[in-house]
């Protein structure tokens, strides 16, 4: 045996131990002899499947976490809270996207348990690392095969009639509705999962961590679980045959390493009319609604945002439809904004972004866009400001923003914290930076730069016209969707625990004040959305509200109102008073409370007194 061959074998034997927990892939048979002699010995074939718990190097679930189904029979994880959690600490670490929260909070109430209390998480809501953490914990025998997903119907941790076609088509599929597909593919007439019984889920089905892997290597699977590659093999350096390898001194670039491009032909980001950020898809013959789901999104359930940007029926081939970025997977949201963007990249536990190195102009990169594209929330923006020193929110041409790790969404947080290696994975290119606030190509003031020691404080100067702003976006315009029915089109939202339909949606999103008025419109909208009794309506309940009741600020960004309301805002910030003071001398502030709908209470420069 050459000295080479132990430190294959054992490379091979560390590998199959960090993926097995999560790929439940058959070892390799070992090298071995031909079996002509007992020096020459065949080894043994095993019988029976090597069970994935023995692979795992790091348990699936750590202590505190757990996954249940619920008293709903819905799929949970279940995590112990510990002293200083938040919602969004757990939300950072467990969540696809803030906006979930939401719907943990309606699960388990708008208060967070005290220490040592459990909050359960659905498991749709998970990322993508928790997906498969959860599912893998459950049903440690499941992995791929041949292009698909087996399932091995009770060889896991629930019992067999737990694990209905439906079950298996929301869990790997998103949706239950899928389940049709699974027993024509799998023959099964009756619906009914055998215990044994192997179930094959097409590759093409999948949710897209576990489609990634049923089609990638090793490595794929170490950039999504955020696994420090093994340090490679070497001899000890003490003579030329047992040679040491040689150690970069550089470190790697990440330009160098992705094989494809980011977007093919037919895939363009862009910024659409409502200024939004869209993935342009342009469609082949064969493409349907399911189709472009399940290649483009994080959930196939987000379709329903897509059809509502692009209509009901999709466009003929040539055709092209937009998919809002924040429906777009992990992958997707990595290439459309390294596209964008391809001189942004981790940094010291951070993401840095380099204003006006990239694709857009450098107003489109404001501290709101920037937020939701890399945090999921836009309201986040006043930590990125307060992490730069941006007084007055304005990203400058050449500054370097850096976003921390703790707000990042999941693909972002994964690479800030992984090695070169993973950062390599997904194709996301180094630059220069460049010199940060150096205003280049910006003529505007400081608008907070103090007046010179000794001066006297300032009168406010002339109103001076500015470059138009963006409206920002108004509270709780975030939690409304939209779609249409029989009656026309209408923004839904789902109340949460201790809301009531009065306040919390008609006064909130119509301004309607008036007691009569109030009362009126709430009983139209409780008919609309199939609401019998309002003073008893369940949590999370989907209420309809029709386009045509609704604040301009809240209409979808198409709607010519939405867009004429936005127009206003824009020429009104294009004006302000600028006055400096040394050490607030003849500052005054003044804040009124306001009375909700309509009267917000006191703003300025976009932000409101609560915020």
């Known amino acids: 045996m050459t000295p080479a061959r132990p430190r294959r074998a054992a490379l091979l034997v560390a590998g199959a131990a960090a993926l097995g927990a999560f790929l439940a892939v058959r070892p390799a048979a070992a090298s071995g002899g031909s079996g002509r002699s007992p020096r020459d010995a065949k080894p043994a074939t095993r019988l029976d499947p090597p069970t994935a718990a023995s692979a795992s190097r790091e348990p699936l679930l750590v202590p505190g976490e757990s996954a249940v189904l619920s008293s709903g029979r819905d799929l949970v994880l279940e995590v112990k809270i510990a002293p200083r959690d938040t919602y969004a600490s757990l939300g950072q670490k467990y969540l696809v996207d803030l906006r979930s929260l939401d719907a943990v909070r309606s699960l388990n109430g708008e208060k967070l348990p005290a220490p040592g209390g ?12 928790y997906k498969i953490r959860v599912f893998s914990y459950l049903f440690p025998a499941d992995g791929p095969r041949g292009g698909a997903w087996v399932h091995r119907v009770g060889a896991g941790r629930l019992r067999t009639p737990d694990e209905s076609l439906w079950r298996l088509a929301l869990w790997l599929t998103g949706r239950g509705e899928n389940f049709p597909a699974l027993a024509d593919t799998n023959g099964m007439p009756d619906l009914t999962p055998r215990h044994g019984q192997e179930i094959v889920v097409p590759g093409s089905l999948l949710l ?8 990638s290597s090793a490595a794929a699977v170490g950039a999504f679980l955020a696994v420090r590659p093994a340090a ?6 003490r003579s030329p045959r047992d040679a040491k390898p040689a150690t970069r001194l550089d470190p790697p670039r990440a330009a160098s390493a992705p094989r494809e491009p980011l977007l093919v032909p037919g895939e363009s980001a862009v910024l659409s009319s409502g200024r939004d950020l869209v993935l342009e898809v342009k469609i082949a013959p064969r493409d349907t609604y399911a ?3 399940q290649k483009y999104l994080v959930d196939l359930r987000s379709l329903d945002a897509v059809r509502s940007l692009n209509g009901e029926k999709l466009p003929a081939p040539g055709g092209r439809v937009a998919i809002p970025y924040e429906t777009l997977n992990d992958d997707y949201k990595i290439r459309v904004f390294s596209y964008l963007f391809p001189a942004d990249g981790p940094r010291g536990g951070a993401w840095v972004h380099r ?5 857009l102009r450098t107003p489109d990169e404001s501290l709101w866009r ?16 307060d992490t730069n020193g941006m007084p007055d929110l304005t990203p400058r041409h050449g500054q370097e923003i850096v976003v921390p790790g703790s707000l990042l969404l999941p693909p972002f947080a994964r690479l800030t914290a992984s090695s070169a290696a993973a950062v390599a994975q997904q194709p996301v290119t180094s630059g220069g930076s460049a010199g940060a606030n150096d205003g280049a190509g910006d003529g505007d003031e400081d608008d907070f730069t103090e007046a010179p020691p000794d001066s006297e404080p300032a009168e406010a100067g002339p ?19 939209y779609g249409s029915d029989k009656e026309g089109r209408f923004a839904s939202y789902h109340l949460k625990r201790g809301e009531a339909l009065y306040s919390a949606v008609v006064v909130r999103y119509t301004g309607q004040v008036d007691a009569q008025d109030v009362n009126d419109l709430a009983r139209r909208i409780a008919a609309r959305s199939g609401i019998r009794d309002v003073t008893g309506i369940p949590v999370g309940f989907k209420v309809k509200i029709p ?4 604040l301009p600020e809240y209409l979808p960004r198409d709607d010519p109102r939405r867009q004429t309301w936005e127009r206003s805002q824009a020429e009104v910030a294009r004006y302000t008073n600028r006055a400096r003071s040394q050490n607030l001398q003849g500052v005054a502030v003044i804040l009124d409370a306001g009375h909700g709908g309509r009267d917000q209470g006191a703003a300025h420069n976009g932000i409101w007194e609560h915020d």
């Open 118 to 129: 459990r909050v359960a998480i659905p498991y749709e809501t998970l990322n993508d690392d």
């Open 208 to 215: 897209p961590p576990f489609a990634r892997l049923t089609a």
């Open 232 to 237: 490679a093999s070497g001899g000890s350096g």
């Open 291 to 293: 189709s472009l789901g």
């Open 355 to 359: 204003v006006g190195a990239g694709r």
């Open 370 to 385: 920037l937020a939701l594209w890399l945090t999921g929330r836009g309201e986040n923006f006043p930590a990125l400001a």
């Open 463 to 481: 109103t001076v016209p500015l470059p138009p702003a963006e409206a920002p976006m108004a509270e709780g315009a975030d939690q409304l969707t």
């Open 547 to 550: 386009l045509d009741e609704l």
